[in-house]
């Protein structure tokens, strides 16, 4: 069994939960949040036995051996910082951090005490991004994707979920869901050409043989979408959660497959593979089609090329 420790009792920690009460080698050994009271409700919705009145304590208490860290955007950082420094492996919930300078402090804490880690880009592991990405590979391989991602700042930030300071970061605290998965699809950026301003991003960049273009603008709506150009056929995805394959005339609709349909979409097998990446002798996340705090370094750098 391994022991489970969550940080934080909000929305993701909730479908955290959810998936981790569903796998038998698991025990949620405790919870915390910076809202006592709040833990203790999520603790008695999932019968987890310890809460603690913060994340130290519950660090130090040898009371687990992984943690899922899901507290608010703005305190990820330095939770993420305290837990690393005790070379505790974990599952961090996006963003590590909201800039390329926090993700580094992160990935060096993680190289030093050789902790294993995992950031939630749970897109990656939803079912039809899977078949699209197999698709391409069908279809003679990726030669351009398009990456539509809007998201309408002023909407958000009138919700007062969020910090000033997040919102002026939202595309390192949100928009790196749809980045991730252009590295995912394309491969490593080798170049970026950015004509973005004022949250108006525009870029066109180059992965190997295969261009991008990714558009995110703060004053347009409209669910996110990606089309894969393929040498013998076209993959669309709007919204992602549906693929359409298109080629020699025929067209084959790719639904979400059951796991997506009882828990939140690309979680169940996010969450199976990081547990297997912990249970493995493999220090190599990507083995498990996970992105780490080095791989996500990586992501965070091409968005602050996009934002330059």
């Given amino acids: 069994m391994i022991k489970v420790g969550i940080i934080g009792a909000g929305y993701m920690s909730d479908h955290h939960l959810k998936v981790l009460k ?4 698991v025990e949620v050994t405790s919870i915390c ?7 203790v409700k999520m603790s008695k919705k999932w019968n987890i036995e310890k809460v603690f009145k913060d994340h130290i304590e519950m660090l130090d208490s040898g009371e687990i051996e992984t943690v899922f860290i899901c507290p608010s955007v703005s305190a990820m950082f330095d939770i993420a910082k305290d837990v690393l420094e005790r070379g505790i492996p974990c599952l961090i919930e996006k963003p590590v951090g909201l800039s390329t300078a926090e993700s580094k402090i992160l990935s060096d804490l993680a190289s030093k005490n050789n902790a294993k880690t995992a950031v939630g880009c749970n897109r990656r592991f939803i079912s039809t991004i899977q078949a699209a990405k197999k698709a391409a590979k069908d279809l003679g391989g990726l030669r351009h994707l398009s990456v539509v991602a809007h998201e309408p700042i002023s909407e958000i930030s009138e919700t007062g979920q969020y910090s000033k300071h997040v919102m002026s970061r939202w595309i390192f605290a949100n928009g790196i869901h749809c980045i991730d998965l252009i590295r995912y699809f394309a491969g490593e950026i080798e170049e970026v050409s950015s004509l973005s301003k004022n949250q108006n991003y525009a870029a066109v960049m180059k992965a190997g043989n295969t261009t991008v273009s990714y558009a995110s603008r703060a004053d347009a ?10 040498n013998q056929g076209r993959i669309t ?7 359409v394959i298109e080629f020699d005339n025929k067209s084959q609709v790719v639904n979400l497959a059951d796991i997506d349909e009882e ?9 199976n593979s990081f547990l297997n990446f912990l249970s493995s002798e493999s220090n190599i996340a990507s083995e498990f ?9 990586q992501t ?4 602050k090329e996009i934002v330059a």
């Fill in 300 to 303: 965070m750098k091409v968005i």
């Fill in 33 to 39: 949040s910076r809202t006592f009271d709040t833990a």
């Fill in 221 to 230: 709506k409209g669910r996110w979408s990606i089309t894969l150009d393929c």
């Fill in 22 to 25: 569903s796998i038998k080698s």
């Fill in 289 to 297: 089609g996970l992105s780490d705090i080095h791989d996500n370094f």
């Fill in 237 to 243: 995805l709007c919204p992602l959660e549906k693929t």
């Fill in 263 to 271: 828990f939140k979409p690309g979680l169940w097998a996010q969450n």
